[in-house]
DNA sequence: GACCAGGCACATC
DNA sequence: GATGTGCATGGT
């Protein structure tokens, strides 16, 4: 088939813009927000982790050492709050004990290691990985989700069936291994998922992509 | 009140 | 390997 995905990142970035993801102040808080956000829209996440700012608890250190009902309380607005508590508690303990808190020394890393590292946390999966990996690491991985997929799959360019490394490899064989591109691209999916292609209710006839389906 | 949201782990067949 | 289920709040 034919590479419609330039064409697609086109469309999406002249009808939307830049979308300045990930939104956060530092890259430790875009790793919380990847575990806060799982199934879990972002109006949610934003209540949980400026409750955890309030509480002046934004640091690995105090939030590893805080007892897990504790944890859970403040972040009850991301919703499975018990759940989400104890994957942040693993995911921290990785983040302390085997990579010391030190984002350049994980930086400094290949994506292949650490996507393997960070899957092997209790409750990080392949989405929640390659976005720690692409948003706080600046890895060239593109992340894939569930907007990702139907808009993909509603599109023709992928079945919709497809699993999750399908997907992204079709994105990363037909585009550049960059950043900054993977940043905006995934960014602008979940924009135009968002405002045009929700589960029920698409707005297809009139999505910036229509064309593209009909090409 | 129903539906959905920037998933994942685990059980069962 | 595929399919089903629990986890939960807040916005529309």
């Not at 808080?29 to 199934?39: C, D, P, R, S, Y």
Request: net charge positive; aromatic share 10%; charged share 20%.
């Amino acid at each position: 088939m034919q590479n419609k995905l330039p064409a697609v990142f086109k469309k999406l970035y002249a009808a939307f813009g830049p979308q300045h993801w990930w939104p956060a102040e530092s890259d430790f808080e875009v790793m919380l927000g990847a575990i806060l956000t799982q199934n879990t829209s972002w109006s949610n996440v934003e209540q949980a982790i400026s409750n955890l700012k309030k509480h002046n608890l934004l640091d690995p250190h105090k939030l590893y050492a805080l007892p897990q009902q504790k944890l859970a309380l403040l972040i009850r607005s991301a919703g499975y709050y018990n759940l989400k508590a104890a994957r942040l508690k693993c995911f921290l303990g990785f983040f302390l004990n085997d990579c010391l808190a030190d984002i350049p020394g994980m930086r400094a890393k290949g994506a292949g290691v650490l996507r393997k590292q960070l899957l092997a946390v209790k409750g990080i999966g392949p989405e929640t990985a390659d976005s720690i990996l692409l948003y706080a690491l600046k890895k060239p991985v593109f992340v894939v989700d569930a907007y990702t997929k139907r808009i993909l799959g509603r599109h023709g360019l992928v079945s919709p069936q497809a699993e999750y490394h399908q997907v992204q490899d079709f994105f990363m064989r037909h585009l550049k291994k960059n950043v900054k591109l993977f940043n905006e691209f995934h960014a602008l999916l979940v924009k135009l998922g968002k405002d045009y292609c929700r589960k029920q209710n698409p707005k297809c006839e009139v999505c910036p992509l229509w064309s593209i389906k009909r090409a």
